[in-house]
T-cell receptor
Framework: GAVVSQHPSRVICKSGTSVKIECRSL??????MFWYRQFPKQSLMLMAT?????????EQGVEKDKFLINHASLTLSTLTVTSAHPEDSSFYIC??????????FGPGTRLLVL | AQKITQTQPGMFVQEKEAVTLDCTYD???????LFWYKQPSSGEMIFLIY??????QNATEGRYSLNFQKARKSANLVISASQLGDSAMYFC??????????????FGTGTRLLVSP
């Protein structure tokens, strides 16, 4: 299957700081990338859909000013959690998709905000 | 709106036995896709199998098969010859309809499978 990487795999930060998470598709060009959030023992919830070269589409209830998404190239999307607070602590997973086909997921990033 | 229901929070199976993980869905779309993903304790989501709503044959991928019953709106995952490495969370998901380019995935709550020796 296709390979999607995420960096960092885990991050601990102080409340009020911003954290950037990178998602890369390593062996294909991803026209669309998705960002999900998963709380412990819960399912994945889609946060936003990101198409290369255009603004991300956010799901209802997700603050676009808090979760900044940039999809600058066909292989890279970034999620920046701005002014992070303890309630933002979660597992963030990205996925990437070609023009058509299956979504392939990254390994996820565990964020802990102290 | 699409909805995925997984009614089994946990399942136990002995090694080498087969196990069925249940998934039912609800959608008003005529065209949709159904997926199963495996999530081990490391957290990564591993794609297992896909079934399109217009596919007449049940999908199979190695030890995984999808028992697709369209009239009952069910898409159960069957794992044959379970292995210890199959212990993980399993999520059923559905892609939304043509208006969104089949892009969005809606996930069920998951089933934790434990395979015992």
């Amino acid at each position: 299957g296709a390979v999607v990487s995420q960096h960092p795999s885990r991050v601990i930060c102080k409340s009020g700081t911003s954290v950037k998470i990178e998602c890369r598709s390593l062996d294909f060009q991803a026209t669309t990338m998705f960002w999900y959030r998963q709380f412990p023992k819960q399912s994945l919830m889609l946060m936003a859909t990101s198409n290369e070269g255009s603004k991300a589409t956010y799901e209802q209830g997700v603050e676009k000013d808090k979760f900044l998404i940039n999809h600058a190239s066909l292989t890279l999307s970034t999620l920046t959690v701005t002014s992070a607070h303890p309630e933002d602590s979660s597992f963030y997973i990205c996925s990437a998709r070609r023009l058509v086909g299956t979504q392939y997921f990254g390994p996820g990033t565990r964020l802990l905000v102290l | 709106a699409q909805k995925i229901t997984q009614t089994q929070p946990g399942m136990f199976v002995q090694e080498k036995e087969a196990v069925t993980l249940d998934c039912t869905y609800d959608t008003s779309d005529q065209s949709y896709g159904l997926f199963w993903y495996k999530q081990p304790s490391s957290g990564e989501m591993i794609f297992l199998i896909y079934q399109g709503s217009y596919d007449e044959q049940n999908a199979t991928e190695g030890r995984y098969s999808l028992n697709f019953q369209k009239a009952r709106k069910s898409a159960n995952l069957v794992i044959s010859a379970s292995q210890l490495g199959d212990s993980a969370m399993y999520f059923c998901a559905m892609s939304s309809g043509p208006n969104t380019g089949f892009q969005k995935l809606v996930f069920g709550t998951g089933t934790r499978l434990l395979v015992s020796p």
